[in-house]
């Protein structure tokens, strides 16, 4: 059974940072990751996604230029950066792996494995 384990939501005021990391119980070396998001009343959206390799990397335009994902193929973990936070990224965040694409995708359909999501608060 595939298990991806979120960690590292918190509340934070706006302009903070923080890291999120998923922890994955297989090798993900030949898997897509992402990085989803979903706020209250709305539909998860796409924040991030990284290839296999690392070589490519997608961000949803909202978080261009203060979130960067990252990955450790040997220890199984994707990390998610965020800078310069802002009320509107606050939501739970959850962690995907899929069928390698390039470039990766931001869309759920894509992605076979998910966590059970980290809450991030962002104050203003």
């Known amino acids: 059974q595939v298990r991806l384990v979120e960690s590292g939501g918190a509340s934070v005021q706006a302009g903070g940072s923080l890291r999120l990391s998923c922890a994955v119980s297989?090798?993900?070396?030949?898997?897509?990751m992402a990085w989803f998001r979903q706020a209250p009343g709305k539909e998860r959206e796409g924040v991030a996604a990284i290839s296999a390799g690392s070589k490519y990397t997608v961000y949803a335009d909202s978080v261009k230029g203060r979130f960067s994902i990252s990955r450790d193929n040997a220890k199984n973990t994707v990390a998610l950066q965020m800078d310069t936070l802002k009320p509107e990224d606050t939501g739970t965040y959850y962690c995907?792996?899929?069928?390698?694409?390039?470039?990766?995708?931001?869309?759920?359909?894509?992605?076979?494995?998910w966590g059970q999501g980290t809450q991030v608060t962002v104050s203003s």
């Open positions: 297989i090798y993900i070396g030949a898997y897509s």
């Open positions: 995907a792996a899929g069928p390698q694409v390039t470039p990766p995708q931001l869309f759920a359909p894509s992605y076979s494995y």
